[in-house]
């Protein structure tokens, strides 16, 4: 069973950083890719960025390509999301998720497996 707790969460100044972390337990992590996703008040949940179990392939919704940067360091089972340039409509509650059997993908039922969620406010 794969367990996924994401930390990081906090709030920013528009303009400003900061870095989600996911730890992950249970299955051997370097053997299934990774997303992020988040999911703003009255919203549904949206891809953010998703990354191949190698690390070597990444995908990016269109809204944060080129501020955010997703990586997974497999030695500490952990994935990360850099969140640079950050902007209001960022602020959402962002998920960490396991695609179990696949190569990493943006659509949310691809995944098996989702963190609590960590809380992500920007001030403007």
């Known amino acids: 069973q794969v367990r996924l707790v994401e930390s990081g969460g906090g709030l920013v100044q528009a303009g400003g950083s900061l870095r989600l972390s996911c730890a992950a337990s249970g299955r051997t992590f370097s053997s299934y890719a990774m997303g992020w996703f988040r999911q703003a008040p009255g919203k549904e949940r949206e891809f953010v960025a998703a990354?191949?179990?190698?690390?070597?392939?990444?995908y990016y919704a269109d809204s944060v390509k080129g501020r955010f940067t997703i990586s997974r360091d497999n030695a500490k089972n952990t994935v990360y999301l850099q969140m640079n340039s950050l902007k209001p409509e960022d602020a959402a509650v962002y998920y960490c998720a396991a695609d179990l059997w696949g190569l990493g993908s943006n659509e949310l039922e691809k995944y098996e497996r989702w963190g609590q969620g960590t809380q992500v406010a920007v001030s403007a």
């Open positions: 990354l191949s179990w190698s690390g070597t392939s990444t």
